[in-house]
Nanobody, 122 residues
Framework: QVQLVESGGGLVQAGGSLRLSCAAS????????MGWFRQAPGKEREFVAA????????NYVDFVKGRFTISRDNAKNTAFLQMNSLKPEDTAVYYC???????????????WGQGTQVTVSS
C-alpha cells in the first residue's frame, strides 16, 4: 500500500504560479510512474501530466503544455507539479497518483492522494 500526500495548493491570481508536491510513503518510489490529475466542480476528473519512473519521459495534456512541468526526486520519494501562467480555468482539486509500472504512463493508476485545492482568481 502506498500513501500519497499532496501539498502546495492555494489561492493565486491569474498569471501566477504554484508548485504542488506529492510525498509518497514507499521505499520503492522509483518503481512507480507518477501522475497528476484534477477535478473541477461539476466536472469529471481529468489527466494533467505524468512522469516515468526514471523521470526521463513525461506526458502532458494539451491545455497545460508549456505552462506546467512535472518532475520527481526519487531520493526524496516526491513528485512535483510546477504550474506557471495559471488561469481561472485551472481551478480544481489536484490529485497525485501512482502507477506500479515502468512501461506505461496511461491510466488506470493504482494509488491516489487526497487532493489539494488550487484556486485561480481572475
Amino acid at each position: 500500500q502506498v500513501q500519497l500526500v499532496e501539498s502546495g495548493g492555494g489561492l493565486v491570481q491569474a498569471g501566477g504560479s504554484l508548485r504542488l508536491s506529492c510525498a509518497a510513503s514507499t521505499r520503492t518510489f522509483g518503481s512507480y510512474t507518477m501522475g497528476w490529475f484534477r477535478q473541477a466542480p461539476g466536472k469529471e476528473r481529468e489527466f494533467v501530466a505524468a512522469i516515468s519512473w526514471s523521470g526521463r519521459a513525461t506526458n502532458y495534456v494539451d491545455f497545460v503544455k508549456g505552462r506546467f512541468t512535472i518532475s520527481r526526486d526519487n531520493a526524496k520519494n516526491t513528485a512535483f507539479l510546477q504550474m506557471n501562467s495559471l488561469k481561472p480555468e485551472d481551478t480544481a482539486v489536484y490529485y497525485c497518483a501512482a502507477k506500479m509500472s515502468r512501461v506505461s504512463m496511461l491510466p488506470p493508476y493504482d494509488y491516489w492522494g487526497q487532493g489539494t485545492q488550487v484556486t485561480v482568481s481572475s
